[in-house]
C-alpha cells in the first residue's frame, strides 16, 4: 500500500469514525428525547462505532471511489439510525429536530476541532501529524453537515423540508422521490452540481465563522 494513503487513512481515520459515531447517535438520542426509544432498544445510541459502521457504505465504497479516481472523489454513509417519527410525541414538529441533530453534531465537531487546532498553535506543538488531523476533523464535519443538510430525503435537510412543508401535494411529491434520493443525490454528486452549488458555499460559511471565532488568536 502506498505510504501516502497509508497516512492518508491514519490522519482521517479518527475524525472520520467520530463524525460518523456522533452524527448517528445524536440521531438516536434526540429520537428518544422526543419519545421514540427505537435506537436506544436496538443498542444505537450509543458513542461504539461498531454499532454504526456499514461495512459497504463506510470502508469499501469510499476505498473503491479513492482508487477509482485517485482520490479526487470521495462518498460514504453509515448505517441510517431507525426512527419510528410515529412515536414521537409531535411527529412533524419532532422530526425536524431529530433530523437536525446529526448535521448540527457535525457543526459542533467542526468547531472542537478547531479547538484542537487552536491549542496546538498556543502551545507551540508543531506536530504536523496532530495539526493536520485536526484540519481534517474541520474539514470533514463541514462536509458532512453541508451534504445532509441538503434538502431532498432520504438525506437529514429532506426530513428537515417535509417537516416545514404543509401537509398536502408537496409532502405527497417528497415521499415519492424518497425511494430515488440516493441515487439522485449521486448524479448530482457526480455531475459536481451539488458540490458547486450547495456544498462549498456552506462550508464556506462555515470556514468564515470558524475562522471568526480564531480571529482573537490571531
Known sequence: MDSNLIQTILI???????????????????????????????GRVTLNPMKHIDPIGTILMPLMLYFATSGAFLFGYAKPVPVNFGRLHHPKRDMIWVALAGPMSNFIQALLWTLVWA??????????????????????????????????????GGRVLAG???????????????????????????ARILDTFWMRPLMTLGYDFINLLLSPLR
Do not use: W
Request: net charge negative.
Open 119 to 156: 491549542s496546538l498553535k498556543l502551545l507551540d506543538i508543531d506536530e504536523e501529524f496532530f495539526r493536520e488531523m485536526a484540519e481534517a476533523g474541520i474539514r470533514v464535519n463541514l462536509v458532512m453537515c453541508a451534504l445532509n443538510l441538503f434538502p431532498l430525503p432520504p438525506l437529514d
Open 164 to 190: 416545514l412543508l404543509p401537509n398536502g401535494p408537496a409532502q405527497n411529491f417528497m415521499a415519492r422521490i424518497e425511494p430515488f434520493g440516493f441515487f439522485i443525490v449521486m448524479g448530482l454528486i457526480i
Open 12 to 42: 482521517y481515520a479518527l475524525p472520520v469514525i467520530f463524525a460518523i459515531t456522533v452524527h448517528e447517535a445524536a440521531h438516536g438520542y434526540v429520537a428518544r428525547h422526543f419519545g421514540d426509544n427505537t435506537a436506544e432498544v436496538m
